[in-house]
């Protein structure tokens, strides 16, 4: 019944679902309060009552045809308001032509890689990644194309150069970082636009960056449009207002690229026949008003600095993360796989690195409350030590 590509993924896929199985499991044998989950980055917290207050207003309203039908891309003057922001935060001309409205991060990156991608075509991306690229890729014909980071888990842009061939055309980079939470650097943006200038074959640079707004440390996430030609932002408010089940999001063509109108046509079309039709319009409303809210990113810095600082002090290595929601350091032996069992033992839930492309590691969300983590790291120092034969 299953087709074989389907039963194929599931099998290969199931990292983060056979954690919460096994979490389900010790939860049960334990009691759930000798469990610490870290498995699932799914925002914890509410969304921000200025956002909850423009939800119900609207709801509230009698203005006609809100809950219609619209364009495809998305209310027009929705769009405006996100273009307005976007030429403010990177002094470049958008207009609601280049912004497309999405059902999500999620359907923002299916919309464009259906629309540039031709059976047998390649998406380069940066290891650790979004383990859905590979199967947004495939979706559309596509193969996914991994690229092992620099030791700070930066993009290698030398190694990125390698691993173009003739059928690349686009690369995903997505930071700040679900698994590591580190930001890309402009620099690195820089050398990747001189790379795309050398190639033969137009090739698009997609920004999946719905992390923007969770920094930490007084850090900027560069923007990518002003320093890459061919720019394509996806990105969704599903992180910076704590709301990804209401699915919205956009997708935005730089003024720059040569190619914007087309891509947005292409797009329009590519969302409507992927069922999505158009995003969901009381969200639409809701982030035209106040999209530029962002969720209190104090609570997830505490808990970033408990994390990071504990693990360090345990004598895990860990780069340390300057956004999102995530620590990812290295296990104390290779096989990550076997260290996240040993962590399971101690009751604690994690998911392997080799889920994120990058083996050797652990993802840690620290989408939890702050107790969770404070009484999940003696988990982590009993793990540690039993690596090394109980010593500390
Ligand atoms: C890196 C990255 N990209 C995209 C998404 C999808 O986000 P959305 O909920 O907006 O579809 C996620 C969600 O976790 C993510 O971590």
């Not at 790379?195 to 090739?203: E, H, N, V």
């Not at 319009?281 to 809210?293: C, H, P, R, S, Y």
């Amino acid at each position: 019944m299953i087709s074989k590509a389907v039963s194929d993924n599931l099998a290969k896929a199931s990292w983060i679902r056979r954690m919460f199985e096994e979490g389900a499991r010790l939860k049960q044998e334990r009691g759930a309060d000798k469990v610490f989950d870290f498995t699932l980055g799914n925002p914890e917290i509410e969304p921000p009552p200025a956002v909850l207050a423009a939800a119900r207003r609207i709801l509230e309203s009698d203005a006609p045809h809100l809950h219609a039908y619209m364009p495809n891309a998305g209310q027009p003057r929705v769009r405006e308001a996100v273009a307005r922001r976007l030429a403010t935060a990177t002094g470049l001309p958008y207009t609601a032509n280049h912004v497309l409205m999405t059902v999500g991060a999620g359907a923002a990156l299916n919309t464009v890689l259906k629309a540039l991608l031709n059976p047998g075509d390649e998406v380069l991306t940066v290891a650790p990644f979004f383990v859905e690229y590979t199967f947004y890729a495939e979706n559309y014909g596509g193969r996914l194309v991994v690229v092992p980071p620099k030791a700070d888990l930066t993009p290698d842009v030398a190694r990125l150069e390698a691993a173009l061939t003739p059928r690349t055309r686009a690369i995903i980079l997505n930071s700040p970082n679900n698994p590591s939470g580190v930001i890309y650097p402009a620099s690195t943006l820089v050398e990747i636009e001189a790379l795309l200038a050398r190639t033969t074959q137009p090739i698009v640079l997609i920004s999946d960056e719905p992390y923007r707004a969770l920094v930490f440390d007084d850090v900027e996430v560069p923007q990518v449009p002003p320093l890459v030609t061919r720019a394509i932002v996806a990105t969704s408010w599903s992180k910076s207002l704590a709301i990804p089940g209401e699915r919205i999001g956009y997708l935005a063509f730089s003024p720059r690229m040569p190619e914007a109108a087309a891509l947005f046509e292409a797009c329009t079309f590519t969302s409507r026949v992927l069922g999505f039709v158009n995003a969901p319009a009381l969200w639409q409303w809701v982030v035209a008003e106040v999209g530029d809210q962002v969720i209190d990113v104090a609570p997830y810095r505490e808990k970033r600095d408990l994390m990071y600082e504990g693990l360090r002090r345990i004598g895990y290595e860990c780069v340390k993360p300057q956004g999102a929601f995530y620590v990812f350091p290295r296990t104390p032996i290779d096989d990550d796989v076997a260290f996240v069992r040993l962590l399971a033992e101690e009751g604690v839930l994690t998911v392997p690195g080799s889920g994120f492309g990058m083996p050797g590691h652990i993802r840690i969300s620290l989408t939890v409350e702050r107790d969770t983590v404070v009484r999940g790291l003696p988990g982590f120092e009993r793990a540690f030590r039993a690596t090394r034969g109980g010593r500390p």
